[in-house]
């Protein structure tokens, strides 16, 4: 739960890097696994996964880059509660799901999915993904049961022209049902229920207090807060219910181009910066 900058300290920091690594890391998800707590870490440029314990910063694995079906292109992850991992892939169209070990067992795909990109699962088993073509107009966000099975879409099929010009990544608030889409080209967020009505739209391009630039990374803790990485203005939002709370991190942090954040159930914020630092922040209750 979030309670202040005051409540908040750096546990340690690290860098995603391993010795497989053909390219300094270019970071565009992560997400700390809710069965073993290992933080695992989308590295786009290398086309890989890989798995960091999270209290060491120790690389203890990484997938996605040399066995089949390799991940052409990947730039979001999310967790099961059982563990495996959800990864989208721009190049093949697809979402990949990999036990926790990385062993890959199946694709969604179902030829509704053109560019996949921001990808959020949540602890009932329903799953939300955004798909950001080219063409502005086809700009979704789908949401799925846990068998693929499509629930909604938003906007839904009858609105011919999409709600969004740049739909990069999704995050879940489990406490109210709420799916919010980060807009990159619009700067902001915006929320909506599982049947796609809108909730809340949050901020716009700017380098004031409820303002973006750049936004590159969202995540939710179970009290219903959402952290936006703010990757221009070098913090991180916290928000809720559409309302600025306060900043989770910012420069005086150490936070230099925030490309990705997540939470753990101990109360850490993880901030990941696009070149490939990772911080570990307490959340203290």
């Known amino acids: 739960m979030w309670t202040g900058s005051k409540k908040i300290k750096i546990l340690h920091k690290f860098h995603a890097s391993c010795d497989s690594d053909i390219a300094e890391p270019h970071i565009t998800d992560c997400v700390v696994n809710p069965e073993n707590g290992e933080l695992a870490v989308v590295d786009q440029r290398n086309k890989v996964v890989k798995l960091y314990a999270l209290k060491t910063g120790q690389h203890v694995g990484s997938f996605g880059h040399d066995a089949y079906p390799r991940l052409k292109a990947p730039w979001s992850i999310s967790a099961f509660e059982d563990g495996r991992y ?9 979402v990949k799901i990999f036990s926790h070990d990385g062993r890959f067992e199946r694709n969604i795909s179902h030829g509704r999915l053109s560019h996949p990109r921001g990808i959020a699962v949540s602890l009932r088993g329903y799953f939300a993904i955004t798909d950001s073509p080219p063409l502005a107009e086809k700009q979704r966000v789908h ?17 011919r022209n999409s709600t969004f010009q740049r739909p990069l990544h999704v995050a879940i608030d489990e406490r109210h049902n709420t799916v919010a889409v980060l807009d990159a080209l619009e700067s902001c967020v915006k929320a909506y229920d599982l049947n796609g009505r809108p909730i809340f739209q949050y901020g716009s391009y700017g380098s004031d207090e409820q303002q973006l630039a750049s936004p590159t990374g969202i995540c939710s803790d179970k009290s219903g807060n959402f952290f936006v990485a703010d990757f221009a203005n070098h913090r ?10 306060d900043y989770a991190a910012g420069k005086a942090d150490g936070v230099r181009y925030p490309a990705a954040v997540t939470t753990s159930r101990d109360y850490n914020l993880v901030i990941c910066d696009q070149g490939g630092v990772v911080r570990v922040f307490e959340m203290r209750r």
């Not at 068998?147 to 906007?155: A, N, S, Y």
């Not at 991180?236 to 709370?245: D, Q, S």
Request: charged residues 20%; glycine residues 8%.
């Open 143 to 159: 949401i799925f049961d846990r068998d693929g099975v499509l629930l909604q879409t938003i906007p839904g099929p009858e609105i």
């Open 86 to 94: 959800a990864v989208s892939d721009v190049r093949t169209s697809s």
């Open 236 to 245: 991180v939002h916290v928000v809720r219910a559409g309302i600025h709370i």
